[in-house]
Every structure is written in structure tokens, then in C-alpha cells.
């Protein structure tokens, strides 16, 4: 009996795993061309390359490889879902756009202020929460030269993209951020971005 090369069996399970797991992600339409593989015999029945790959499979190629159409690789996947995606998306652009080398300082007052945005965090209330007293909190602030404020206003532009990704309507996201009725956060948002909150 021929003995069967480790590296023909490995690279047969690789492009085979694909294969079948690009169908299950796609409900079964993606397609390939062919198959082709180095080693110069199957290691298995035909019946199972056809079943498997669902093209052709050619053996004693120059190089492992398979083949398939460019537009493959824009099937949508059958477990999609569209608003985490949006979620996700939106998430990504802030942690994008997230300065680098934020002190740690800041980030514990985003971490407080977090908490309480619904409550219209002050000074007092943060600086509590820190166990520093408003002046201190103050002071440090304006060594980080910016204020609560600023990093408030940050954090609210943050939550409401990822809430309007989400397509939360207006009227919760000013409620979950604090405004005393939609109009203000409307205001608040353009202000922030230059144009009207959108539902994603």
C-alpha cells in the first residue's frame, strides 16, 4: 500500500473545510471553479470530491489551489444581521477615531460619566465618583486641557451613533442621553457633527 503524504492530507482537509463552510455561510451558493491539488492521486472515492468541492478537482497540478469567481466573495452570509453590523460599524469608527495616548485620567472620568449620562453628570456628581471633590476635578481637567463638558459631549456623540445606527428613534436616544426633549439633542447632534441625526 503507497504511503499517503501528511501535507496531501492536510491541504485536501483545508480546502475542503472551506469549501463546505462557505456553502453553510451562504446557504449553499457559493460555487467553486475547480480544485486543484500537488499530489498526483485522490486519497478518496470520486464521489466524495464531487460531493464535497461540486467542481472539478484535478490532481498532479503545479501548485495546491482553488479557483472561484471574484463575485464568491461577495455572497452575503445567511446569519447577517444587519443592525449589529451598524452597531459594530459605528463602534469601530469612534474606537477609530479615539486619540492615541489618552491618559488614563480621562479615562476613568468617561468611565464615570458613562454611567450617568441619562443624569446629567456635574462635576460634583463625577468628581464624587472619583473621590475627588468638583474644584480638584476641575483642575485636573484643565491640565488634560479639556473639561467634563467636552468629554461628555464626546461620550454623547459616541452613544448616539452606535444608538442611531441601531435605529433607535430620536426620542429615546435624547432620553437615554440626558436631553430634556428631542429638539435639544437634535441641536446638540449637529452642533457635534455638522448635520441631523439619521437612523442607520
Same mark, same amino acid.
Given at each position: 500500500?503507497?504511503?499517503?503524504?501528511?501535507?496531501?492530507?492536510?491541504?485536501?482537509?483545508?480546502?475542503?473545510?472551506?469549501?463546505?463552510?462557505?456553502?453553510? /455561510?451562504?446557504?449553499?451558493?457559493?460555487?467553486?471553479?475547480?480544485?486543484?491539488?500537488?499530489?498526483?492521486?485522490?486519497?478518496? %472515492?470520486?464521489?466524495?470530491?464531487?460531493?464535497?468541492?461540486?467542481? %472539478?478537482?484535478?490532481?498532479?497540478?503545479?501548485?495546491?489551489?482553488?479557483?472561484?469567481?471574484?463575485?464568491?466573495?461577495?455572497?452575503?452570509?445567511?446569519?447577517?444581521?444587519?443592525?449589529?453590523?451598524? /452597531?459594530?460599524?459605528?463602534?469601530?469608527?469612534?474606537?477609530?477615531?479615539?486619540?492615541?495616548?489618552?491618559?488614563?485620567?480621562?479615562?476613568?472620568?468617561?468611565?464615570?460619566?458613562?454611567?450617568?449620562?441619562?443624569?446629567?453628570?456635574?462635576?460634583?456628581?463625577?468628581?464624587?465618583?472619583?473621590?475627588?471633590?468638583?474644584?480638584?476635578?476641575?483642575?485636573?481637567?484643565?491640565?488634560?486641557?479639556?473639561?467634563?463638558?467636552?468629554?461628555?459631549?464626546?461620550?454623547?456623540?459616541?452613544?448616539?451613533?452606535?444608538?442611531? /445606527?441601531?435605529?433607535?428613534?430620536?426620542?429615546?436616544?435624547?432620553?437615554?442621553?440626558?436631553?430634556?426633549?428631542?429638539?435639544?439633542?437634535?441641536?446638540?447632534?449637529?452642533?457635534?457633527?455638522?448635520?441631523?441625526?439619521?437612523?442607520?
Amino acid at each position: 500500500m503507497a504511503k499517503v503524504s501528511r501535507g496531501a492530507i492536510l491541504t485536501e482537509f483545508v480546502f475542503a473545510s472551506f469549501a463546505l463552510r462557505a456553502r453553510a /455561510a451562504t446557504a449553499d451558493r457559493f460555487t467553486l471553479r475547480a480544485a486543484r491539488f500537488a499530489h498526483a492521486k485522490p486519497l478518496a %472515492p470520486d464521489e466524495t470530491y464531487r460531493d464535497v468541492f461540486r467542481a %472539478p478537482v484535478i490532481f498532479g497540478a503545479d501548485f495546491d489551489e482553488i479557483e472561484l469567481d471574484a463575485a464568491q466573495l461577495d455572497l452575503r452570509l445567511a446569519t447577517a444581521d444587519p443592525i449589529t453590523s451598524a /452597531a459594530l460599524e459605528a463602534k469601530v469608527a469612534v474606537l477609530a477615531a479615539t486619540p492615541i495616548g489618552r491618559s488614563a485620567f480621562i479615562d476613568r472620568v468617561r468611565r464615570a460619566a458613562s454611567d450617568v449620562l441619562a443624569e446629567r453628570p456635574s462635576l460634583s456628581t463625577i468628581g464624587t465618583a472619583l473621590g475627588l471633590s468638583a474644584r480638584t476635578l476641575r483642575r485636573q481637567l484643565k491640565q488634560e486641557r479639556t473639561s467634563l463638558r467636552a468629554v461628555i459631549d464626546e461620550l454623547r456623540r459616541e452613544r448616539a451613533d452606535e444608538l442611531l /445606527a441601531a435605529n433607535t428613534t430620536v426620542k429615546e436616544i435624547a432620553f437615554v442621553l440626558g436631553f430634556s426633549e428631542p429638539s435639544a439633542f437634535s441641536r446638540a447632534y449637529k452642533r457635534w457633527t455638522g448635520r441631523a441625526p439619521k437612523l442607520g
